[in-house]
């Protein structure tokens, strides 16, 4: 009998990228939480982002952002969180 909600794999997927990105998630969340503006998030958000990308590739991205979300969630910085799930570059 299958029951719904959070899939086995989906969470262990999760596990193991949060194993893997552990050092920027650290770094990244550390950075983006000592912000003092909305600018300076924007910015830090951004800088966090782009270095990420550069390192690991676009496609890693999303797990990455929902990871630094959540990381920032259990530093009680619910606003930063908010701000990195829904961060979008200006056109």
């Given at each position: 009998?299958?029951?719904?909600?959070?899939?086995?794999?989906?969470l262990?997927?999760?596990?193991?990228y949060?194993?893997?990105?552990?050092?920027?998630?650290?770094?990244?969340?550390?950075?983006?939480?000592?912000?003092?503006?909305?600018?300076?998030?924007?910015s830090?958000?951004?800088?966090?982002?782009?270095?990420?990308?550069?390192?690991?590739?676009?496609?890693?991205?999303?797990?990455?952002?929902?990871?630094?979300?959540?990381?920032?969630?259990?530093?009680a910085?619910?606003?930063?969180?908010?701000?990195?799930?829904n961060?979008?570059?200006?056109?």
């Open positions: 009998m299958m029951t719904h909600g959070a899939k086995p794999g989906r262990a997927h999760k596990h193991q949060r194993s893997i990105y552990r050092l920027e998630l650290a770094r990244g969340s550390s950075y983006i939480a000592s912000t003092l503006s909305p600018e300076s998030l924007r830090a958000i951004a800088e966090v982002l782009d270095e990420f990308s550069r390192q690991y590739g676009q496609d890693k991205l999303p797990v990455f952002r929902e990871l630094l979300a959540e990381n920032l969630e259990d530093r910085n619910g606003n930063a969180a908010h701000a990195v799930r961060f979008a570059r200006p056109e």
